[in-house]
């Protein structure tokens, strides 16, 4: 009898495991590693969530930035990190892009991570120089077409979700446009405020003030629907180009092998906090719209932009800097 009781209670332990492990997590502080410049959306989302992370689990939140390669080096720290709830990356898109960018990466978008939450995704802006004589998106293509190789697009620099952008539009009208490479979202803006370079692909709110002034004039937003921060501008997609979503978006992951009671607990935090009226202001003002909130979607999601932004740097023979 003892050694049939022993044998259950052996069998029984594996199962137990993971349960036993969610209760007793977090035991030390938390590290959520960025690798992007402090400063940055990025940055920004995971210091954001420093907070109510520790109220939500009585245990310090750090963030550190591990900055390289278009967010490489951060990921590969957080794929190689024990799957125990305590290291959490910051991810944005070129964790689905980079693979197909660049053929040495060491980690799989896939394989090596847990998904936890899609914080939110930032649709980006076309916008033109004032001289030039277009007004929406089916004008811009109409002149492009009329003047190959002569018209120009800025981007903050090669691999980001700007380039993806321009490429995109490139390729689903048929266009002729040269990419302008620049190290940062001013730079490129600059250029194009001051009519270098005829357009570019840049987050609402760096646009907005230049919009208001006249500088710069909107064309169409690059999301699958319509911005919430600018919702009189029409996407893409409505302006003839069926199916066109390139945007960036930021989200947490975990290592591979996450328990699953442990990303449903930082899921449920993460989306509590981003529901306050402050996380929710701060999303709103920096024009970052949130509509999956689930692990699982977040999950897909990937996926689908390993598919999408992967066959767009096979076409547009996009590698990263």
Request: aromatic share 4%; no cysteine; hydrophobic share 50%.
């Amino acid at each position: 009898m003892r050694r049939r009781l022993l044998l259950g209670a052996l069998a029984a332990a594996p199962l137990a495991a993971p349960g036993a492990m969610a209760q007793d997590w977090p035991s030390r502080p938390i590290r959520i590693v960025v690798g992007f410049s402090p400063g940055g959306t990025a940055d920004a989302v995971g210091r954001r969530l420093q907070a109510p992370l520790q109220a939500a689990f009585g245990q310090s939140v750090v963030v550190e930035n591990r900055t390289g390669a278009s967010g490489a080096v951060a990921a590969v720290e957080v794929a190689r990190a024990a799957p125990d709830g305590h290291t959490l990356g910051v991810v944005v898109s070129t964790l689905a892009s980079l693979p197909a960018m660049r053929p040495d990466t060491q980690f799989d978008p896939v394989r090596d991570f847990t998904p936890v939450v899609l914080v939110g995704q930032l649709p980006l802006l076309l916008v033109v120089h004032p001289s030039v004589p277009a007004t929406d998106l089916a004008q811009l293509i109409a002149l492009a077409r009329r003047n190959p190789g002569r018209l120009n697009y800025a981007s903050p620099g090669s691999g980001l979700a700007h380039h993806f952008a321009g490429e995109m539009l490139k390729l689903r009208a048929g266009l002729d446009i040269a990419h302008v490479p620049y190290r940062g979202a001013a730079p490129a803006l600059a250029d194009v405020v001051s009519g270098q370079v005829q357009m570019t692909f840049a987050a609402p709110p760096a646009v907005a003030g230049f919009i208001q002034g006249g500088q710069v004039r909107p064309i169409a937003m690059t999301g699958a629907v319509r911005s919430q921060a600018m919702p009189e501008i029409p996407t893409v997609a409505e302006s003839g180009l069926e199916g066109f979503d390139v945007t960036e978006w930021y989200g947490i992951v975990g290592p591979a092998n996450l328990p699953p009671a442990v990303v449903g607990r930082l899921n449920q935090a993460i989306n509590a906090s981003l529901q306050t009226p402050e996380q929710a202001a701060w999303l709103r003002q920096n024009a970052v719209d949130r509509r999956l909130t689930s692990a699982a979607e977040f999950g897909a999601f990937i996926r689908t932009e390993i598919d999408k932004l992967g066959r767009i740097a096979r076409e547009a023979r996009i590698v990263a800097d």
